[in-house]
């Protein structure tokens, strides 16, 4: 039986100049995990946002009892752990790709008290995940190849997600969410949340100039429940 589904808002796709505006939007409207894409220039092309960001969030998703999560497309990211922790990340998702001591990282984010997150490529298999899979709490499958928002979803991550339930469903890992980020929308997201996915990540499905944030969120919300 398929699981239910959270929505969180990738603020990558936000009006940057009414920031805490639109994340409060999304708060009111019955978010509980806002997902911030941190970029670096080196793993991705893009350069994006840092810890003060997260830190200037903190108080808006203190208020609604809600978690910040950081999609840390960086290399090296071990050296930002501490930091992204001191502003208020409490899920902290590397990518797969950019760890060589993954196990290392995953006990780091562990250390710090906030949920560790492993993020994959839209090509890197899913047995890469592996040995690492019973020590994590997000699994998040890319459905573009990460550094922008508003690229077209790869369709092949909807049986990604599928195998991924199937894995987890015969380790008694069912704790584990299964993220997906990516052109995630109203398309598509019934089809991702049947075939498992606990966490879609929305940025330009959210954020967009043709409706406003509480109605984009109660689209995708209406869905997602007709398809489970
Ligand atoms: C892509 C980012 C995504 C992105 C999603 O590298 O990781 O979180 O912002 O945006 P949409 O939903 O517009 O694809
Ligand atoms: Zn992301």
Avoid: W
Wanted: proline content about 4%; hydrophobic content about 50%; glycine content about 8%.
């Amino acid at each position: 039986m398929a699981r239910a589904v959270q929505i969180a808002p990738s603020i990558l796709a936000a009006d940057f100049s009414r920031l805490g505006e639109q994340v409060s939007e999304s708060l009111r409207a019955g978010v509980r995990r806002i997902h911030i894409d941190v970029m670096d220039g080196h793993f991705v092309p893009n350069i994006t946002m840092g810890p003060l960001v997260v830190e200037a969030l903190r108080p808006i998703a203190r208020n609604f009892g809600a978690v910040m999560e950081v999609h840390l497309m960086i290399e090296e990211p071990d050296r930002y752990l501490g930091d992204f922790s001191r502003a208020g990340a409490a899920a902290m998702t590397v990518h797969l790709e950019a760890c060589p001591h993954l196990h290392r990282t995953v006990h780091n984010i562990r250390a710090l008290n906030a949920q560790p997150g492993v993020a994959l490529n839209p090509a890197t298999p899913l047995l890469m995940l592996d040995d690492i899979l019973a020590e994590i709490d997000v699994a998040l499958l890319m459905s573009v190849d990460p550094g922008f928002g508003g690229q077209k979803f790869i369709a092949s991550t909807i049986d990604k997600v599928a195998r991924l339930n199937k894995i987890l469903v015969e380790r008694g890992l069912e704790r584990i969410e299964i993220e997906v980020d990516g052109g995630v929308g109203a398309d598509n997201i019934g089809a991702l949340a049947r075939a498992g996915m606990t966490i879609a990540v929305a940025g330009t499905s959210v954020f967009n100039d043709r409706k406003s944030v509480t109605e984009s969120i109660a689209i995708l919300g209406t869905a997602c429940a007709a398809a489970l």
